[in-house]
């Protein structure tokens, strides 16, 4: 069966860094687009960041936009999810995501897209 398993959340002051992992098994890695969402108390599921298959074309949502890195190992099948400059707004659980079915595009950022979700890590950013 499909599994997702974010590591790397933890508790940070703001302006710091953390990296998260989300190792994958149970599909064909490499032919996988791959996303993050977070959501915070009271707040709906927020798109983070996406990644291709190839690894070759990035989305971010604008409230990360030059903050945060999405890459990927296909030969380790994690996915990356680097975070700087981090603010107080960004605590929040983050969650890994793998659609149903492999390669393909559509809309990277809905969370219709998306069919496999990890069980979240929590990240706290603090003042």
């Known amino acids: 069966q499909v599994q997702l398993v974010e590591s790397g959340g933890g508790l940070v002051q703001a302006g710091g860094s953390l990296r998260l992992s989300c190792a994958a098994s149970?599909?064909?890695?490499?032919?996988?687009?791959m996303g993050w969402f977070r959501q915070a108390p009271g707040k709906e599921r927020e798109f983070v960041a996406a990644?291709?298959?190839?690894?070759?074309?990035?989305y971010y949502g604008d409230s990360v936009k030059g903050r945060f890195t999405i890459s990927r190992d296909n030969a380790k099948n994690v996915v990356y999810l680097q975070m700087n400059g981090l603010k107080p707004e960004d605590t929040a659980v983050y969650y890994c995501?793998?659609?149903?079915?492999?390669?393909?595009?559509?809309?990277?950022?809905?969370?219709?897209?998306?069919?496999?979700w990890g069980q979240g890590t929590q990240v706290t950013v603090s003042s």
């Open positions: 995501a793998a659609p149903s079915r492999p390669l393909g595009d559509w809309d990277l950022g809905a969370r219709r897209y998306y069919y496999y």
């Open positions: 149970g599909l064909t890695f490499s032919r996988y687009n």
């Open positions: 990644i291709r298959w190839s690894g070759g074309r990035t």
